[in-house]
């Protein structure tokens, strides 16, 4: 894994091709000169923030205390279903059946259902994140529940270890690399499901700002909301990465990371 | 006087796609308190099957098992297992790998701990009881498996082709080893193999088994003296003993001459 928290190096690489992609965005708009409507250079974007930073702030910690609620509510409700699924070969069929097809549907299209059901705060926002994240958490949490060595369950039976032993000493940690791996897919989504509430109806959120903006063809505007977006994506995939590098030193994952990390 | 592992007419029947699988077919054999007995058989014959029916794992289809004199209805109290891959599990210490086995029947941790270190000591893993499981060879991997097994002082050992993965220097230290813990502690312990020498250097009895479907074929006493030194390997008698074993084998034709 590449990431910006994996070394000085990766860091100053990622910087590089990011300034380098800027300065050719800028030059490019001052050789070309589109219409400002269409394509506002940096400096153009940077100073629309600078002109009302507070405003994009408040509005992009909306968006994030949503991803982030939808995140956590997903995780407490995958894990739950997982752990039901895995136990329960008649829930199995029927939970698993539901969320198939649940996860089938657009859930863009859902989402006025959802405005209707809760109304414009922020509760139909977090039920659409909620929707749009927990797919990927229950089926890698069911994954790792399942992967268990047959010979660690047969240990704990001859000692007598109850079902819910096995589950808290076996089964859970087992699972929790393919659990992190549904969180790194969740916490994507989550954010996508923010923007899609905020996007339907709301007064708030990065989405809402976007939405209005398009409205008055304010395009750096635009601009500035996908940036911090892109930036809040970015920090959220990372700080899930850092926790799962905490939790996890144990597994096979994190050491090839360390071991790379530290010959090289 | 009850025997501590009692098996009669023990039979063990799968159902697979292709219809029933005979595992296991009328397998007798009585093992007394205290005694090394050893399940010795070619791959498929049914001995680690007839193990898992011993550790109340599976229950046998046809026949009865009784750990002195109860029938089994699941893993029997007092038993400690070890498999042939070591089982520890990767977020654990090796220490709190060996506890786990007090963590699963409910016992307290911190009186056992002591015992837990002392176990480490013995084995020669002192100094690694506070590593994880990947910084070890696969030799102190499976020794600490049989220290998780021995932790709350199991009557029954049942060892499941435990050193057949190592190699044939670490195999030969894990079986000095495991005669000098018996040779002290005197538990009946049933050991799969599929390494003669392995089961006549440890073994009061070895069940020779065949395949197709898995029975025990014959019991050969070995009557060598114990203790047992590495270097008994190569006197006369355990030659005997292996070359007995062997055209026993041979004459079923379940091993080449």
């Known amino acids: ?264 | 006087m009850v025997a501590c592992v009692e098996i009669r007419a023990a039979g063990k029947t799968y159902a697979s796609p292709r219809g029933p699988v005979t595992a296991l077919e009328d397998v007798t054999l009585a093992i007394a308190e205290g005694e090394f007995v050893s399940l010795l058989g070619p791959s498929g014959c049914g001995k680690s099957t007839l193990l898992k029916c011993i550790a109340g794992l599976e229950a046998p289809s046809a026949g009865t098992i009784g750990v002195r004199g109860t029938p089994l209805a699941g893993p029997p109290q007092g038993l400690g297992m070890v498999f042939q891959r070591d089982v520890l599990l990767d977020w654990r210490t090796i220490l709190d790998n060996v506890l786990i086995t007090a963590e699963f029947q409910g016992k307290p941790k911190a009186a056992l701990a002591e015992r837990a270190r002392a176990l480490l000591d013995r084995f020669g893993l002192g100094d690694f009881q506070d590593r994880h499981p990947w910084e070890l060879s696969g030799g102190m991997r499976q020794r600490a498996a049989i220290c998780r097994a021995l932790l709350c002082e199991p009557e029954i050992l049942l060892m499941d082709e435990p050193f057949g993965a190592l190699d044939a220097m670490t195999r030969d230290d894990l079986n000095v080893e495991l005669t000098r813990i018996w040779q002290a502690a005197r538990r009946t312990v049933v050991f799969v193999t599929h390494s003669i020498a392995e089961a006549v250097y440890l073994s009061d009895r070895v069940a020779m088994m065949s395949k197709g479907p898995g029975r025990i074929v014959e019991v050969v006493a070995i009557d060598l003296p114990r203790p047992r030194p590495l270097s008994i390997r190569e006197t006369p008698e355990f030659g005997r003993h292996v070359a007995h074993i062997r055209g026993l084998f041979a004459a079923l034709g379940i091993v080449k001459e």
């Not at chain 1, 982030?68 to 739950?80: E, K, Q």
């Not at chain 1, 698993?96 to 059901?117: D, E, G, M, Q, R």
């Not at chain 1, 414009?120 to 949490?141: R, Y």
């Not at chain 1, 992967?147 to 079902?163: E, F, G, M």
């Open chain 1, 1 to 264: 894994m590449t990431g910006l928290w994996s070394g000085s190096s990766g860091l100053r690489g990622t910087v590089g091709v990011l300034v380098g992609v800027l300065v050719l965005w800028e030059a490019a708009v001052w050789l070309l000169a589109p219409a400002p409507i269409i394509l506002p250079p940096p400096s153009r974007i940077w100073i629309e923030f600078l002109d009302a930073p507070r405003y994009f702030l408040r509005h992009a910690w909306f968006t994030l205390s949503t991803t982030l609620a939808g995140f956590a509510l997903s995780v407490v409700l995958g894990v739950g279903l997982a752990v039901a699924i895995v136990n329960s070969r008649f829930l199995e069929r029927i939970i698993y059946t539901l969320l198939v097809s649940l996860n089938s549907l657009p859930k863009v299209a859902l989402a006025p259902l959802f405005v209707i059901w809760m109304g414009t705060g922020v509760e139909p926002k977090i039920a659409i994140a909620v929707m749009l994240a927990i797919f990927s958490i229950v089926v890698d949490t069911v994954l790792g529940l399942r992967s268990v060595d047959p010979d660690a369950i047969a240990l704990a039976r001859v000692n007598h270890a109850s079902p819910l032993k096995i589950l808290v000493k076996i089964r859970f940690p087992n699972a929790l690399p393919s659990l992190f791996v549904g969180m790194k897919v969740a916490i994507s989504f989550a954010l996508v499901g923010a923007i899609v509430g905020e996007f339907v109806a709301g007064s708030a959120g990065l989405g809402f700002v976007i939405l209005v903006a398009q409205g008055q063809f304010d395009t750096p505007r635009v601009f500035v909301a996908l940036v911090l977006l892109g930036i809040l994506g970015t920090l959220l995939f990372y700080l899930v990465e850092a926790v799962e590098r905490l939790t996890l030193p144990w597994h096979v994952s994190q050491r090839a990371v360390a071991d790379r990390d530290g010959h090289g």
